[in-house]
Nanobody, 120 residues
Framework: QVQLVESGGGLVQAGGSLRLSCAAS?????MGWFRQAPGKEREFVAA???????YYADAVKGRFTISRDNAKNAVSLQMNSLKTEDTGVYYC?????????????????WGQGTQVTVSS
């Protein structure tokens, strides 16, 4: 079974930056990042297709950048100008179909998550 492993989370002050990485043991057509804040449902952050098409939630547009390395089956999320509301557990997802990238149902595999905490 294909696995995804996230890394790069941590504690950062508001206005700072973090880079998340996700390594997959197999190939996915689409890869995305979702996050879950305490007491809230998991929400879409960003996604990228095999061909490099990118999609972002309105809350992170202009601050976050998703990229992927198809040769390494890896995806990264560069997060700049972080806000306290960006705090949460960030999950990497991998999907085998092309559909609405913001829907969790479009992803077949998930990583275990990495904690991002932004302090004020």
């Amino acid at each position: 079974q294909v696995q995804l492993v996230e890394s790069g989370g941590g504690l950062v002050q508001a206005g700072g930056s973090l880079r998340l990485s996700c390594a997959a043991s197999g190939r996915f057509l689409s890869m995305g990042w979702f996050r879950q804040a305490p007491g809230k449902e998991r929400e879409f952050v960003a996604a990228i297709s095999w061909s490099g098409g990118t999609y972002y939630a309105d809350a992170v547009k202009g601050r976050f950048t998703i990229s992927r390395d198809n040769a390494k089956n890896a995806v990264s999320l560069q997060m700049n100008s972080l806000k306290t509301e960006d705090t949460g557990v960030y999950y990497c997802g991998g999907g085998y179909t092309i559909g609405n990238p913001s829907r969790e149902a479009g992803y077949a595999r998930w990583g275990q998550g990495t904690q991002v905490t932004v302090s004020s």
